[in-house]
C-alpha cells in the first residue's frame, strides 16, 4: 500500500507570498498525482491532476510539478480565498489520500 | 451544469443503519464511476466506495468492507450507500463524487451528508 505524506502540516503566510505545499509517495507513482482545496463548510476542489494539469477553471497562480516519489503544489501569490486545507490524492483503485496540508493567514 | 445532491444522513444510534442516497444531474450518469468519500471530525478525507458505471463492479474500503454496500440506479440517475453496523468511527460527512472518465481523479463533489453515530 502505497503511503502519501504531506508536509507541512500547517503554512502561515500573508496574502501575496508565494505557498509551497509538498506531498511525498512512500514508492514511485510516476505522474498519477492530484491536488485537491478543501474549504470549511464547501466540497473539495480538483485543482491539479496528473502531477500537473490544472482542472478546469483553476487559476494559473495554482501550478503543481514532480514525479516518481516527490510533488510540489505552488501557489505563486496567495489570494485570501486560497486559505484552506490542501490534499494530495494517488490515482489509484483506493484513492488514497494524504493527511492534508493547512494553510492559514499569518 | 454537474450538480450532485445527498441526502439521507442524519443521528443514528450505534449498530444502526442508514441509506444515503446522491442524486446526479448535468451529465451522463452511467457513463461514470461514482464513489464515496468522507471525512470525520477533525480528519482527513477518506475515500469509502466506489461502483461502476454499469453498477456491475464495486470496491470499498477496508474500514467499511462487509458493513456498507454501494449500489446505483441509472434510470434514476442515484447512487445509494447502504450502511448497516453503523460505529462511533463512521461519524462523518459523507461526500458523493463523480471522477474524470477513465482516471481516479474526483472533478465533481456534492456538499456532503452529515452521519452522526451516537446513542
Known amino acids: 500500500e502505497i503511503v502519501l505524506t504531506q508536509s507541512p502540516a500547517t503554512l502561515s503566510l500573508s496574502p501575496g507570498e508565494r505557498a509551497t505545499l509538498s506531498c511525498r509517495a512512500s514508492?514511485?507513482?510516476?505522474?498519477?498525482l492530484a491536488w485537491y482545496q478543501h474549504k470549511p463548510g464547501q466540497a473539495p476542489r480538483l485543482l491539479i491532476y496528473d502531477a500537473s494539469n490544472r482542472a478546469t477553471g483553476i487559476p494559473a497562480r495554482f501550478s503543481g510539478s514532480g514525479s516518481g516519489t516527490d510533488f510540489t503544489l505552488t501557489i505563486s501569490s496567495l489570494e485570501p480565498e486560497d486559505f484552506a486545507v490542501y490534499y494530495c490524492q494517488l490515482r489509484s483503485n483506493s484513492i488514497t489520500f494524504g493527511q492534508g496540508t493547512r494553510l492559514e493567514i499569518k | 451544469e454537474v450538480q450532485l445532491l445527498e441526502s439521507g444522513g442524519g443521528l443514528v444510534q450505534p449498530g444502526g443503519s442508514l441509506r444515503l442516497s446522491c442524486s446526479a444531474s448535468?451529465?451522463?450518469?452511467?457513463?461514470?464511476?461514482m464513489r464515496w468519500v468522507r471525512q470525520a471530525p477533525g480528519k482527513g478525507l477518506e475515500w469509502v466506495s466506489t461502483v461502476s458505471g454499469r453498477g456491475d463492479k464495486t470496491a470499498y474500503a477496508d474500514s467499511v468492507k462487509g458493513r456498507f454496500t454501494i449500489s446505483r440506479d441509472n434510470s434514476k440517475n442515484t447512487v445509494y450507500l447502504q450502511m448497516n453496523t453503523l460505529r462511533a468511527d463512521d461519524a462523518a460527512i459523507y461526500y458523493c463524487?463523480?471522477?474524470?472518465?477513465?482516471?481516479?481523479?474526483?472533478?465533481?463533489w456534492g456538499q456532503g451528508t452529515l452521519v452522526t453515530v451516537s446513542s
Open positions: 463524487t463523480k471522477g474524470i472518465a477513465g482516471t481516479y481523479y474526483l472533478d465533481y
Open positions: 514508492q514511485s507513482v510516476s505522474s498519477y
Open positions: 448535468g451529465f451522463t450518469f452511467a457513463s461514470y464511476d
